[in-house]
């Protein structure tokens, strides 16, 4: 797909998911999921090479942008800092966000991606449950669990569709990302599981180093932005819609101090 036809290609997904969220009342009392115009090229660009047509693979590609949102979704009821009502409500939300993907691959009679997705769905919330009760030996582990998280829909998709040229590009941009969306929480005041990682994982190694929790934070992003960088020059042919998203990401993000 060149240039145009991708955008052309995200604008048209991002519409029907936004469409497809908005519910009259969650809309009122929760503020509007975030919709990653990355992830929509990903799993576009997983499709592209099959036979199905386009309306077809558009709706499969919507399907997993839903499935991704009501987990996001979720996660949200993990900060400490919500109140009861907001948590409550986020469930509601995530519950009826993830209706709506069971819903739509149902009606076109997908079993296999409906199971795909639901074997993702259940590695994910494992992962998250021993990420958020700090279950795991050490920092490293629990660096691979986040970026699980965050990758493992984009994977069993892309494995589903036979499509995995791209597959280190892929879940390296999506945790590159995720690091970065957490410091920004971070120094903005905000609730970071990655930085509540970081105090429990790390404490005895920052008291015989010295470093703190800011300069181990910015030591992984640099090793992911590092690894991203290898993977992008590794996989060839790039459409480069996503290649200069990824050079802007990589040179936009600087550590405020």
Not at 85 to 104: C, H, I, M, N, P
Not at 197 to 203: D, Q
Not at 233 to 241: A, E, H, K, N, W
Request: glycine share 4%.
């Amino acid at each position: 797909m060149g240039l145009c036809v991708n955008e052309q290609k995200i604008d048209l997904i991002k519409a029907i998911v936004e469409r497809k969220l908005h519910h009259h009342f969650l809309s009122k009392q929760i503020e509007f999921p975030v919709i990653d115009e990355d992830r929509i090229l990903m799993l576009a660009m997983a499709v592209n090479e099959t036979e199905l047509p386009d309306t077809q693979a558009d709706q499969y590609v919507t399907s997993a942008m839903l499935v991704q949102v009501a987990l996001d979704t979720h996660e949200k009821v993990t900060n400490p800092l919500s109140s009861m009502k907001e948590r409550q409500l986020t469930v509601l939300a995530g519950d009826y966000f993830s209706g709506l993907y069971y819903r739509l691959l149902a009606d076109h009679e997908n079993l296999d991606l409906i199971r795909t997705l639901a074997k993702a769905v259940k590695f994910i919330n494992e992962y998250k449950v021993s990420l958020y009760q700090f279950e795991l030996d050490d920092i490293d582990t629990f660096m691979l669990y986040l970026k699980r998280v965050e990758t493992t829909i984009i994977e069993q998709f892309c494995n589903h569709f036979n499509f995995v040229h791209y597959h280190s590009l892929f879940t390296e941009l999506l945790f590159f990302k995720r690091l970065v969306s957490e410091w920004e929480k971070y120094k903005n005041g905000h609730f970071s599981i990655l930085f509540e990682g970081l105090k429990r994982y790390t404490a005895q190694d920052r008291m015989e180093n010295g470093q703190n929790l800011e300069s181990i934070c910015q030591m992984y992003i640099e090793k992911s932005k590092t690894v991203l960088l290898e993977a992008m020059r590794g996989v060839g042919t790039l459409p480069s819609i996503l290649q200069t998203r990824i050079v802007d990401l990589v040179n936009g993000h600087h550590f405020a101090t």
